[in-house]
């Protein structure tokens, strides 16, 4: 009887507390043995956008966190810069091809402050940067596009530089694939460099996993099994 109560939490459990996971990752697979720094693996200062197609998402999401990935360049950085990071996220018109040079041309009206802090952390290659959003943001697509807005402000390299992947690089030139584009300089403000069709490796975690259907089904079915069980021997 213990271990049949036992197994039913278990499936109880496993049925309540399912992993959250990346929903969307946005530029796969990464420009190969290449990789950009800006702005999080150097010694970056000032604004830096990154705008994402709508197209590239199947629906709304409610972001939790992003995720940046350094699986192609190793420089043996043993970690992350010191520093303030402030992230913000907005639906804007503005699209890979459309960014405009000016950083606030592109902010939308719904432009919401979800990071704001230091992310300095032990570091080794292959690692994923995961920014924990203290505000979650609500992205729907068929309202524009979605733009990923940083201030970086003392950021320093005692660790090392970091590379993270990229997508948009192409035999010593950008390619202007439609995933992506940025605006980008460091110290420059209230103008930058635009890119379109580069940027950075992105995922998107909804932190609200959804189960394959699969699974629940064999959960769900000996959750019930166990139950019968223990309904049978409770009438005996």
């Known amino acids: ?32 043995g290449t990789g950009n720094c800006f702005p999080f693996g150097c010694a970056y200062s000032g604004e830096y956008q990154q705008v994402y197609t709508s197209s590239l998402f199947n629906g709304p999401i409610t972001i939790t966190d992003l995720e940046f990935f350094n699986t192609q360049v190793d420089f043996g950085a043993t970690a992350m810069n010191s520093g303030n990071w402030a992230i913000s996220l907005s639906t804007t018109s503005a699209d890979w091809n459309t960014l405009s040079s000016t950083y606030a041309n592109n902010i939308g009206a719904n432009n919401t402050l979800v990071f704001n802090g230091d992310l300095s952390q032990p570091w080794a290659f292959g690692n994923t940067l995961t920014i924990t959003l ?42 202007g694939n439609t995933i992506f584009g940025r605006v980008y300089c460091s110290g420059c403000y209230p103008s930058g460099v635009v890119n379109n069709g580069y940027g ?30 223990l309904r049978r021997k409770m009438t005996l």
């Open 200 to 229: 950075l490796v992105t995922g998107f975690s909804t932190g609200t996993a959804t189960p394959e259907p699969g699974t629940l089904m064999l959960l769900g079915s000996g959750a019930l099994g166990i139950v019968g069980v």
């Open 134 to 175: 203290s505000t979650p943001f609500t992205y729907d697509p068929s309202q524009g596009n979605l733009l990923m807005d940083i201030f970086v402000t003392g950021a320093t390299t005692p660790g090392g530089s970091i590379y993270f992947d990229t997508n948009g690089y192409n035999g010593g030139s950008l390619d």
């Open 1 to 32: 009887m213990k271990n049949l109560l036992g197994m039913l939490c278990v499936c109880i459990a496993l049925l309540v507390a399912m992993p959250a996971v990346a929903g969307v990752v946005v530029g796969l697979p990464p420009d190969a």
